[in-house]
DNA sequence: GTCATGTGCTAAATGCATTTAGCGGATTCT
DNA sequence: AGAATCCGCTAAATGCATTTAGCACATGAC
């Protein structure tokens, strides 16, 4: 039908090709120490390798090897933010350095559909699991025994596992520290979570944003105006705050936002009063999500470093190192346009 | 070292636990017609295979079969706008329901990396490759000769291939249609992107949109207003061409724009000068990008369906529709807020 | 009773790469 | 010279599922 039977070339056509046995070739293609073939033979089973274009079949590979080479990504959202992409990104790059392919599988959020999936990745015989996630809360993931290695991103389990997290711990001080190089004296904190923030177990990142955030702030010589809980972290909820707050007198030399989507908010609470961020007033953010560059003037924001974190994930599946426990990656302060001073 | 050997279960463990061979565990398993095995054979093998928690080895079935039930998806980028994740997840599922998996790489729109990522595919034997594009212009892609059958989702290709496009030749006629109804007289077209809108060769799907809504608007009774060219799709430009716009005294019943982006510097403008979209005017966009809901008001906005264009190509694979030429799914239009009427 | 069919099932080949045990000849040692 | 060692290389086993050819027995036709 379509070409003439585009055979493949496998091992035996190159024994052929060169006169040497398949053991011969097997031997010299895969780098074996310890063998003593010729040179000779070891240079013709190489041209005739390349002649050929042979390229080992991965599946008889596995079968042999238990091995396949493909590590398995299993996120609770592809789709939403800008997250999941970078994570993915990070994840892909790392993998193809080594040689490694990824199988994606998305579960919604759905627990039976991550044990579904994490099934599936077993069956395929994967290499190592990487388990990621859009808001890092610990969870009970009752994750069937596989004896998979397995690698949690931006998200813990109750029981113990391997873990990589933004390590929130120092980005509220890195914020309060650019908040005072913007020469303030007095800031206004947009977005405390009351539940997440008393619960360090179940909300390590917001916990420790915040943590990290109070403390520094204590620390500082700055006054802290006002106390603005959300119930949420839309656009809306900051814009609420914001007008609010305005409307009560405060006027902060700077607004420090729990995430850029709060940020939003604030931007056009801001507007609205004629207020510019970078002139009028300094507002710094955190995630560092797609609108902090489209919003005007573009948004100051710490980074959740979705990338790198992906990245680490595949280190520590392919180098085994497979202690329980938390990895932390940190949080570059990605500077735009909506802070004074430097 | 782990757990006491966890071996695998093969067929040859289910064969010897019910008392039948190999073949016929396979035939049975595998439910192959015209087979004449007893109905008790039949259930002894099946439930042996349940009990023992049977899965075949998937590299020994690709080993026989020469398939691997695997898709490769390549994308030029995953990281940015919520296309790309939206693409994968309509795969995911697409392919999911057909119990096959998808294999992911990125090539940051290098072409070079793209003609790899082909070969590895091509190695790993998929069974059929997914090119992705975030912005779909024809190019000139030089595909490396695999065999692979091949899709295109939001790209054409200099040579004939089977692509999968948002039917773009409908939604400027939609979107004229939904302004009429919101009771406008006159509008605003903002965004036209000259060298593109010229150049139906190379940018079907920006040539499209703008000769659909040319064609609506000319045969319907609307006033059109000024001619907002602009250099790039980005909220500044959006922003400047409005600021210009209401500078120069136009005050048009409805802005139609390009896309999401432009409709974000849209708002900021019409922010700036007092004009509530959905209340004093109209706003209507495309793509629905993440932003459209972040906007207050919420972004009413025609969007690309990325997520059906994955599904679609998923199955144009499987079903081996593979005669070249275009497929389009329809772009739904998304009301929110920002539309008078209705 | 014999030949032809039909029935239920299995042995063995196959796909491909990897790895171990070991063969035959050359060299070195005693 | 005979034994021990080294060298360069290969045959064959292995991993697992699928599929084809065909075996042994039963049933039916004449």
Redesign the interface.
């Known amino acids: 039908m379509?070409?003439p039977k585009?055979k493949r070339v496998t091992i035996a056509d190159v024994s052929e090709a060169s006169g040497m046995s398949k053991a011969a070739v097997s031997l010299i293609l895969n780098n074996k120490p310890g063998t003593r073939l010729s040179v000779e033979a070891t240079e013709r089973v190489r041209a005739a390798a390349k002649e050929l274009g042979y390229?080992p079949?991965?599946?008889?590979q596995?079968?042999r090897s238990g091995k396949?080479r493909?590590l398995g990504l299993i996120s609770d959202q592809?789709?939403?933010?800008?997250f999941?992409?970078?994570m993915?990104?990070g994840i892909?790059?790392a993998a193809?350095k080594r040689d490694h392919?990824?199988?994606?599988?998305?579960t919604f959020g759905k627990p039976d559909q991550l044990v579904e999936a994490i099934e599936?990745m077993a069956?395929?015989?994967v290499d190592g699991l990487i388990l990621g996630f859009m808001d890092s809360r610990r969870r009970d993931l009752k994750l069937p025994q596989t004896?998979l290695p397995t690698v949690l991103v931006n998200g813990l389990d109750e029981s113990p596992s391997v873990a990589v997290l933004p390590n929130e711990a120092m980005s509220g001080a890195q914020a309060v520290q650019r908040v005072l190089e913007s020469g303030a004296r007095s800031v206004a904190l947009i977005g405390a979570l009351e539940g997440a923030e008393k619960d360090p177990e179940t909300y390590p990142s917001i916990s420790r944003r915040f943590a990290s955030l109070r403390g520094a702030l204590a620390e500082s010589s700055l006054e802290v105006l006002g106390n603005w809980v959300l119930e949420d972290w839309?656009?809306?909820d900051g814009?609420a705050a914001t007008t609010q707050m305005l409307a009560e007198g405060f006027r902060p030399d700077a607004i420090i936002c729990a995430n850029d989507?709060v940020a939003?908010?604030v931007f056009?609470a801001l507007?609205?009063k004629g207020l510019v961020p970078g002139e009028d007033l300094s507002v710094l953010s955190f995630d560092d999500e797609?609108?902090a560059s489209?919003?005007?003037p573009r948004l100051t924001s710490i980074r959740l470093p979705y990338?790198k974190m992906g990245a680490l994930a595949v280190d520590l599946l392919l180098d085994r190192k497979l202690e329980p426990g938390e990895h932390q990656i940190d949080m570059p302060l990605i500077e735009r346009d909506s802070m004074k001073g430097e």
């Open positions: 379509d070409t585009a390229r079949n991965v599946a008889a596995s079968l396949t493909t592809v789709t939403v933010t800008r999941a992409s970078e993915i990104t892909l790059s193809e392919t990824v199988l994606i599988a998305e599936q069956h395929r015989d004896g839309n656009p809306t814009y989507r939003m908010g056009q507007a609205e797609i609108i489209y919003l005007r990338e």
